[in-house]
């Protein structure tokens, strides 16, 4: 930073009481002893953003469901990248001016990793049309993975609806990411509609759900013998990512 004056960094969301980050923040804060404040923007449509921007000595924040694509319109500018995910999970603000960034696509790559095999070259992506979901395809991309979108309805952005998964297509991807909230604490017998009797020892899940730990969605994979992963090493990844954002750009 540059002083160490108490700033306010936030989370912008809608029902975010649950959120990993103010607490993840709030000790960062304690272990480097800084005066600074995380809070969450609990907000019920992106109308009320007035109040945050209004926050004094605003320094960041970061964004999550369901606002990370609609919150675009409302900043100065966009790094190449978010632009090109078209959704924004960070914002800095500089001199006045709010400037959007994508660090979800650097905390996938890096907790998705470990448990990659050469092998893995095709992904299916559940619940493709969320701003989360953009930064893992784009992440997808970036490793030439071969990535195919799957969705509740038809739509130019869908490659097929759950309904339209069997055993032959799935045997044709190694990898199944959801990327819906389904699954997330308190709601945690939810799961995407997806045929599960049909994955085995060659797929690998990821889910970017963290609370719990282990959703029903990879507890599916896991009984039939799946390598599974779940989104906590992904926060703490763009969670570090915004922090370095805030600090040296």
């Known amino acids: 930073m540059e002083d160490t004056k108490a700033l306010n960094f936030g989370l912008i969301g809608r029902n975010i ?10 000790e960062k804060f304690e272990h480097l002893n800084l005066p600074h404040h995380y809070q969450n923007f609990d907000l019920q449509s992106l109308d009320e ?25 409302h900043l100065d500018f966009l790094s190449p990248e978010a632009a090109e995910i078209g959704a ?10 709010r400037v959007g960034y994508n660090t979800d696509a ?5 907790s998705f990793k470990p448990l990659l095999r050469t092998e893995d070259r095709n992904a299916m992506v559940l619940g493709a049309n969320g701003g989360a979901a953009k930064a893992v395809i784009y992440a997808l ?21 759950y309904d339209e998964l069997g055993k032959e297509l799935i045997e044709d991807y190694e990898i199944i990411i959801n990327c819906t909230p389904l699954g997330t604490h308190p709601n945690v017998d939810q799961k995407p509609n997806f045929p599960y009797h049909h994955l085995n020892s060659k797929h690998y899940l ?21 390598r599974i992963c779940n989104g906590s090493m992904m926060l703490k990844w763009q969670a ?3 922090w370095e954002i805030w600090n040296y750009l």
């Open 17 to 26: 009481e649950y959120s990993f980050s103010r607490a993840f923040f709030k």
């Open 49 to 73: 953003l007035k109040k945050v921007w209004e926050t004094k000595n605003l320094k960041g924040c970061n964004v999550t469901i369901p606002y990370k694509q609609e919150i675009i319109t």
């Open 88 to 97: 924004v999970n960070c914002i800095h603000i500089k001199n006045n001016k």
């Open 106 to 110: 650097y905390g996938f790559s890096n």
């Open 141 to 161: 991309e970036s490793m030439k993975i071969k990535v195919t979108k799957i969705g509740r309805q038809s739509n130019n952005e869908i490659d097929y609806t």
């Open 206 to 226: 990821f889910d970017l759900v963290y609370r719990p730990e282990k959703t029903a969605f990879l507890k599916e994979g896991e009984a039939r013998g799946s």
């Open 240 to 242: 570090e990512k915004s």
